[in-house]
């Protein structure tokens, strides 16, 4: 039986270490650091992230901000607020929460963002150094995976890594990440053929998808380390990964569950960013 990749303890432990570095932040510069979320309409689910994300401040002695604006807010609205935002000092997070409206306008709202402030590392400027193999600020779901795999000591150099997904929030980033620390990549997607075939080679599994169960436990090659993203509402109202897990577990060397896994972490690395941000621009 494999391992449990703990992401809730281990999450527990990065916050443990993020409250001693905020409380001295702020002993050091007088303040804490600072995050503002801002979150446009009422979809439910992206109220509860943000909810979670200020209750997790709060926890960690960094200070939040909140905003949240009307459905029907304008585009110029949501950039002089970016700007509102970029232009405060004791601001040194700034977050939007997507998705947006649709009348918005993604794009130009993710590049208004301060690259130095930019705590999801969404903007094209933390995007590209990370391409070139110097990360600035990175995407918090793909540094929760790395922080997971190098606190269970897996070895990553000469791997080969199958990342399933190719987002700009969780598949690409994971891949290069997975590259830059020597593992061969193959990221795949919807049109991906033998898709089975490339998974059974795998050493490392990253399955970001959002389809319940898609990757089947026996495609998993005995000994493979599996990190599941997926987080799907099953009919039951239960939450489920992409993986089969109760197949995968009985292969794999080690395993994250779902819940409990990648999504503990994603919040905490967001705390990390900001921490990063605030030490970034203060010193
Ligand atoms: P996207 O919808 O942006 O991307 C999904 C990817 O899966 C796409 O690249 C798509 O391919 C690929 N895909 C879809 N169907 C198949 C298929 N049949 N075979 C192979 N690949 C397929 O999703 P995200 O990256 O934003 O998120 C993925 C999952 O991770 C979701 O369940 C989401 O809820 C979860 N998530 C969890 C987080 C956490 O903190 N735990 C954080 C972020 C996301 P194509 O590009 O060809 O369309």
Known sequence: ??????????????????????????????????????????????????????????????????????????QQELLALIDELNGRDEVDGILVQLPIPKHLNEKEVLLRIDPAKDVDGFHPFNMGMLLMGSPTLVPCTPRGIMEML??????IRGKDAVVIGRSNIVGKPIALLLMMEHATITICHSRTRDLKDKIKRADIVVAAIGKEEMIRGDWIK??????????????????????????????????TPVPGGVGPMTITMLLDNTLIAAKARLS
């Open 222 to 255: 005995d000994g493979a380390v599996v990190i599941d993203v997926g987080m799907n509402r099953s009919e039951t109202g239960k939450l489920k990964g992409d993986v089969e897990f109760s197949e995968a577990e009985k292969h794999a060397s080690m395993i």
């Open 150 to 155: 190098h606190e269970y000591g897996v070895e």
């Open 1 to 74: 039986m494999a391992t449990i990749i703990d992401g809730k303890e281990l999450s527990r432990k990065k916050r443990s270490e993020i409250t001693a570095q905020s409380e001295e932040f702020a002993r050091t510069y007088g303040r804490p650091p600072g995050l503002a979320v801002v979150l446009v309409g009422s979809d439910p689910a992206s109220a509860i992230y943000v909810r979670n994300k200020g209750i997790a401040c709060g926890q960690t002695g960094i200070r939040s901000f909140e905003y949240r604006l009307d459905e029907k807010t304008t």
